[in-house]
């Protein structure tokens, strides 16, 4: 894809960010500077410091702004959090459709971007107050969550529900995945959802694609 490699002083790359669950050790996608994530697989919370994004961002614009246009990296993250990283230097595009935004350099923030040719959506946010703080230079997010409440997260609550028997008294028991450990309502014994029937409520997703504008600045 070709693409301009500057307007006004501000470039745009394109991010990919995963994190080993540090229990299960299952990827968990970070669709954006998220504070806190939720294992389905294993049920665990998992809190990411704000020093943690502020240096990985940090550096990020810093190897983006010294990367040709259309070309990325990858890296392997080591340290208290294990996880992978992967950057692209582009303008921003439409995941679905590969269409480039039109004048994507002054988009309002608080509003959604509509994909001139296939028309979907895109969330235009300016970074939260404590990133914006530590790395003045990053002014607009797109495509990207601050919390896992802004995207579709946990059990679907128009998911049909399935059947499983008691292992203790064989009744038959509905669930709908709303949580891995079910009472028998029968005998009142515990079971624990298999993997195969808990990831059918809880398929993984594909990792999101979000852009980060930001500033060139002299590198010292």
Known sequence: MDNDITVRGVFSFRVE??????????????????????????????????SYWIENLANSCRKMQNTESGMGTASMLIGTFHGNLT???????????????????????????????????????QPPGWLSSEVPRINTLINAIFSEDDSACGADSGMIPESISCPSCAALLEVTGTTRFVKC???????????????????????RRWFVICEYMDEE
């Not at 950057?87 to 971007?113: I, M, Q």
């Not at 994909?115 to 979907?120: D, I, L, N, R, S």
């Not at 309502?185 to 990792?207: E, N, T």
């Open 17 to 50: 960010f995963s994190l080993q669950c540090p229990r299960c050790d299952r990827p968990l996608p970070f669709d954006g500077p998220l504070e806190k994530a939720h294992c389905n697989h294993c049920q665990s919370d998992i809190d990411i410091p704000r």
């Open 87 to 125: 950057l692209a230097r582009f303008d921003p595009y439409c995941d679905n459709c590969k269409t480039f935004f039109e004048d994507p350099w002054n988009l309002v923030h608080g509003s959604r971007y509509v994909c001139t040719e296939c028309g979907t959506e895109y969330p235009v946010q």
């Open 185 to 207: 309502k029968y005998c009142s014994g515990q079971l624990y959802l298999p993997d195969d029937l808990w990831l059918r409520f809880h398929a993984g997703k594909r990792k």
